[in-house]
């Protein structure tokens, strides 16, 4: 069974950082990409960033480009989502997801 739970959320103030965990278990980790995916109340559902694990494809939302770094950790299954120069706007709950499989979300709250 696909497993993914996020974790590493928060509150922090405007500029602060938190670093997300996806960590992984049920499948061969490195063979799917595996996203981070965020959603505010009233928003729609965004794609924040994804990548194949070791890292040779990633992809980041035109809105967190430069803050955000997405990264693997092969031994412990995991991916991190490094998120600096937080903005109001970033806020929300954040899940991991690969395949048609998603976890629990871990919720992100910036303050201004």
């Known amino acids: 069974e696909v497993q993914l739970q996020a974790s590493g959320g928060g509150l922090v103030q405007v500029g602060g950082s938190l670093r997300l965990s996806c960590a992984t278990s049920?499948?061969?980790?490195?063979?799917?990409?595996i996203g981070w995916f965020r959603q505010a109340p009233g928003k729609e559902r965004e794609a924040v960033s994804a990548?194949?694990?070791?890292?040779?494809?990633?992809y980041y939302g035109d809105s967190v480009k430069g803050r955000f770094t997405i990264s693997c950790d092969n031994v412990k299954n995991t991916v991190f989502l490094q998120m600096n120069s937080l903005k109001p706007e970033d806020g929300g709950l954040y899940y991991c997801?690969?395949?048609?499989?998603r976890g629990q979300g871990t919720l992100v709250t910036v303050s201004s």
């Open positions: 997801s690969t395949g048609s499989s």
């Open positions: 049920g499948f061969t980790f490195g063979d799917y990409a």
């Open positions: 990548t194949d694990c070791p890292p040779s494809n990633t």
